[in-house]
C-alpha cells in the first residue's frame, strides 16, 4: 500500500472550462491525469488530492468531478482549495462523496499507523497582507492546530500535513506552520496553488524534520507523486 499525492486538479465536467489557457501544459488534462494515475495507483493505494479540485460553483455541480476522481483506481483523501467555492457544508459533501473518498475539516483521516491531518492555508504574512488575509490566516493556523491535536490525542505518532496553499515566502517557511509541525511531529507536507511560473516560488526537500512536496498538476505532469510506502 502507498500513499501519493496531487493537487489542483481543476476540473471542469458540468461546465467545460479550458485549461490552456493557463499553458499548453493543461491541453486535454483530464485524459493525462487519467492515464497516469492509472499507470501508477492501484485500488489498494491512497491518494491525497490538495485542493482546487472543481471550478463548480454549487455542489450539484461538482457531483460529475467528484465521480471522475471516484471512479480512479485507489481510496481518496481530499481538502479545500481556494477555487472550490461548491466546498461549503462538509456533511453535504461527505453525503455526496463516492465510496472509498474521504474528505478532512477540522479533523483527520487514519491509513494504519499514519494521521492524514490538514486544512486549506492561506496567503501568508509578510509584504503587503491585508488585514483580512492576516485573519483568514490566522484562522487557518487554528484548523490546522485542531486537525493536529486530535490525531496527538488519539495517539497518533506520525502525521502527513495536507494543505492548498504553500507554507512558504518568498522561499522561506512559515513560523506559525514550521511551529505547529515541530510541536505534533509532522513527518510530510504535501502542497499545491502554484502554477507556471510561480513554480519556482515553490520549496521542497526536508526542512526541520518535516519532508514538504510541491504537487500542483502542471508541475508533476498530471501524476500522482508517491510519498511513502506502508
Given at each position: 500500500m502507498r500513499i501519493f499525492a496531487l493537487g489542483d486538479l481543476h476540473l471542469s465536467s458540468a461546465s467545460p472550462k479550458p485549461m490552456d489557457i493557463f499553458g499548453p501544459a493543461w491541453k486535454d488534462h483530464p485524459q493525462k491525469i487519467t492515464q497516469n494515475w492509472r499507470k501508477k495507483v492501484s485500488n489498494e493505494d491512497?491518494?491525497?488530492?490538495?485542493?482546487?479540485?472543481?471550478?463548480?460553483?454549487?455542489?450539484?455541480?461538482?457531483?460529475?468531478?467528484l465521480n471522475f476522481i471516484g471512479s480512479l483506481p485507489g481510496k481518496k483523501i481530499l481538502i479545500k482549495g481556494n477555487h472550490d467555492y461548491w466546498w461549503k457544508s462538509i456533511s453535504k459533501i461527505r453525503a455526496a462523496l463516492p465510496k472509498g473518498m474521504y474528505s478532512i475539516q477540522n479533523d483527520f483521516i487514519p491509513i494504519r499507523e499514519i494521521a492524514i491531518c490538514g486544512t486549506r492555508g492561506w496567503q501568508l504574512p509578510g509584504g503587503d497582507i491585508s488585514t483580512r488575509d492576516e485573519k483568514i490566516y490566522q484562522r487557518e493556523l487554528i484548523r490546522a492546530e485542531i486537525s493536529l491535536k486530535k490525531a496527538h490525542n488519539e495517539g497518533f505518532q506520525k502525521k502527513l500535513f495536507m494543505l492548498h496553499y504553500p507554507p512558504f515566502n518568498n522561499g522561506k517557511l512559515d513560523p506559525g506552520f514550521q511551529?505547529?509541525?515541530?510541536?505534533?511531529?509532522?513527518?510530510?507536507?504535501?502542497?499545491g496553488h502554484l502554477h507556471g511560473e510561480d513554480h519556482h516560488y515553490a520549496v521542497e526537500g526536508v526542512i526541520d524534520e518535516t519532508e514538504y512536496k510541491f504537487v500542483s498538476c502542471d508541475f508533476v505532469n498530471f501524476t500522482p507523486v508517491p510519498i511513502t510506502r506502508l
Open positions: 491512497w491518494v491525497l488530492i490538495c485542493g482546487d479540485i472543481s471550478w463548480a460553483m454549487h455542489l450539484d455541480e461538482a457531483q460529475l468531478d511551529e505547529l509541525f515541530r510541536k505534533y511531529g509532522v513527518i510530510w507536507c504535501v502542497y
